[in-house]
């Protein structure tokens, strides 16, 4: 058993990165309650899928902004304050999505620009907190530090989907909000009990930069000019652009499956439970050399997850009298797959991108990874959102995943080296 369950070695060794995981387990509930809640209110103020989407759109340019140029911050500066004060921001923030449903605002409007300050704090916080954790434990135990990462994300957003549909059909969407408010402070206690964490004298012989365009410009060189590193972003994007059925799933639960809201937060929960299962599950993934064959097998495992999920969705057909379709058992079986090939992928590109990078250079390089990453899902719920308004919400998901496989293996087939890339011997 203990080399098929994941590797507990970072959490004994480390206590730093065992109060950073506790503490981002705890707030990942939160943070699903309120993303989930999100979506269900705008569908509910607007009634349209494209509006869901047009989260993605209010939350990119926001996110694309701080995720760069906090990467260079956090090369620059204590990377505990910079993730400590971009916790706050994010705490703060969901203070006032909250309030705002409190008072009854209905203004989609306003939880547009509450949500594009959430992303531009979010993009500091990710890149910063990506960056600490190199510095927490062993570079060899890089990949089952990133499994058990997946496992609390995996965890947080099982239950917290589950828990939004529940929370929003019978308490409202004041006290789903609040309940984030209560859980983020976790995240805070865990990041400010980190020890200080400076930037660390390059190994180049060079001098710590200061944070600024020219730093921001120095990361996207290294990164132009290493392809197994570049691959790692661009498969990831096919992925979430493309095959990404977040925006569908409101939808979903209200006009195909049956459900409505609780529809909607069961099949999120599902990837967020495969994802949790493969997290929990990652021994073996310690003995995978070909990580970059691994990533792309795992994303085409998605694509075609995708496309099952849009197959239950035209098979089931329209609900009419208020039931749920036997269909929905199909559509959580799909997205349960999706989860683990998601998990799987992230384990490996978080890997090859920490190990393969220079320390100086891995703010900046994990700031581009989280506006990919966060960036890419936004985008993805646009692209969803416009294609289920013009094909339908099954079509859409149909497409989207044949899209996904294709991308995947062109680039494949471009850059053929990724498909040999060695654990034992990272070349970037």
Known sequence: ??????????????????????????????????????????????????????????????????????????????????????????????ICIALQAWLGLGNVWLLYGLIAVQSGAAGVN?????????????????????????IVMGLGTTIGPLMAGVLVANVGYGWTYTIDVLTFTASLWALFKLPPLPPLARTDGGTVQRAGFKSVLEGFAF????????????????????????????????????????????????????????????????????????????????GAAIVGLGGTVLAGGHTHDGGISPWLVGAVAALVVAGVADTVSAVFRSTILQSATPDHLRGRLQGIFVVVVTGGPRLGDVFSGTTGSWLGEGWAAVAGGLLCIAAVWALASWQRGFLRYDARNPQP
């Open 126 to 150: 990710g890149s910063a907190r990506s960056a600490i954790v190199p510095r927490l434990v062993r570079l060899e135990l890089l990949p089952s530090a990133n499994a058990l990462s997946m």
């Open 1 to 94: 058993m203990p080399r098929i369950l994941a590797d507990i070695t970072p959490l004994r060794e480390s206590p730093a990165f065992r109060r950073l995981w506790l503490g981002n387990g705890l707030s990942s509930i939160g943070t699903q309650l309120t993303v989930v809640a999100v979506s269900l209110e705008v569908y509910d103020l607007t009634g349209s899928t494209l509006s869901v989407g047009m989260l993605g759109l209010a939350a990119l340019g926001p996110l694309v902004f701080a995720g760069l140029y906090g990467g260079a911050i956090a090369d620059t500066h204590d990377r505990r304050k910079v993730a400590l004060s971009s916790s706050t921001v994010l705490w703060l923030v969901t």
């Open 223 to 302: 990164l132009g000019s290493r392809k197994n590193l570049r691959m790692t972003f661009l498969v990831d994007m096919c992925a979430m652009v493309f095959a990404l059925p977040r925006a569908l799933l409101p939808a979903i639960g209200a006009v195909w499956l049956g459900g409505g809201e609780q529809t909607a937060g069961l099949l999120l929960a599902s990837i967020a439970a495969g994802s949790f299962l493969a997290a929990m599950f990652s021994g073996p993934l310690g003995g995978i050399r070909r990580q970059g064959l691994a990533v792309v097998w795992s994303i085409t495992l998605w």
